[in-house]
């Protein structure tokens, strides 16, 4: 049973999901100069942003996370960083341009739906 989308009606006449683009790294690629850029695979999802809570945060509170910091729940799967395994770094873009990297994942549904902490990256 899907719960997140029966619940998802009445929380979307409070809180919009909103078209966002989720960038999964693929890899690098090389310039002449040997520089590595990093390339990512783009998908079309839909986001909800909201505020966290005062239990996302004291689950994140030993990342060290600086910034402006908001949740994101996700359909699908996404994963947050993971510098020992050097995985991750997820990137989301939101409607108004604005770059957030997905730092730790807060919950994970089967494959339905995820929500994740993330810190904006850009500045907008």
Known sequence: MN???IAQGPVDAITPRLPVTLKVPSGYAQG???SRT???TEYNVTGQFQALQYKDLVQI???N???TRRKIYLYGIVEGVVRSLGKGGDLIVDPDGSVWLVAMVLEQWAKDWCSVA???Q???
């Open 118 to 120: 993330v810190t904006l």
């Open 122 to 124: 850009d500045g907008k």
């Open 3 to 5: 719960l997140a989308a």
């Open 65 to 67: 996370l600086n910034g």
């Open 61 to 63: 509170e030993g990342l």
């Open 38 to 40: 990093p390339t990512y």
């Open 32 to 34: 002449s100069d040997y």
